[in-house]
């Protein structure tokens, strides 16, 4: 277990998520038929190709599900309770096939909950595309809201 019990997640503390992922054409296949998502944006190259992109988009709930899973080792990673909301989604560029996606996640808040037993704690979390030139893009960006387990009595 990697994940961080509920005292140990800090008010503005940044985190660089470790794990990356190049997205390929058979994963947003994939996720575009478990979902059935059928949006030709992301399937049909030949409709793809007339539009503003020029070529077929990753499905953006593939993206957002992307930069939540590699951010679990270094966040709640066997700590968790439940994912309590995602909010405030925003997609500012666009993902294609052969795009590498890499996360951060920024602690802006947590709390108790009202008994004592469990914490509420919220990340912001960004996901970038690599690019050559080193200055990644901002591919989706959002707020996770988890319930976190605290530290069991005796453990430090």
Not at 93 to 103: C, E, K, L, S, Y
Not at 141 to 146: G, L, P, W
Request: aromatic share 8%.
């Amino acid at each position: 277990m990697t994940g961080r019990y509920y005292e140990e997640f800090e008010v503005g503390e940044t985190i660089e998520h470790a794990r990356r992922r190049t997205v390929s054409e058979a994963d947003n296949q994939r996720f575009c038929d478990m979902t059935m998502n059928q949006q030709p944006l992301h399937l049909d190259a030949d409709f793809a190709g007339e539009t503003q992109f020029g070529e077929r988009l990753v499905n953006g709930l593939y993206t957002l599900s992307l930069a939540v899973g590699v951010s679990i080792p270094e966040t709640t990673d066997g700590t968790i309770v439940a994912n309590l909301s995602y909010d405030n989604v925003e997609h500012p560029n666009p993902v294609f096939h052969g795009d590498t996606i890499r996360a951060r996640s920024t602690v802006t808040d947590k709390r108790e909950t009202s008994d004592g037993e469990r914490g509420v704690v919220t990340m912001h979390v960004e996901a970038f595309k690599l690019v050559e030139d080193g200055d990644d893009v901002l591919v989706c960006e959002f707020d996770r809201t988890a319930l976190s387990e605290k530290r069991p009595d005796g453990d430090e």
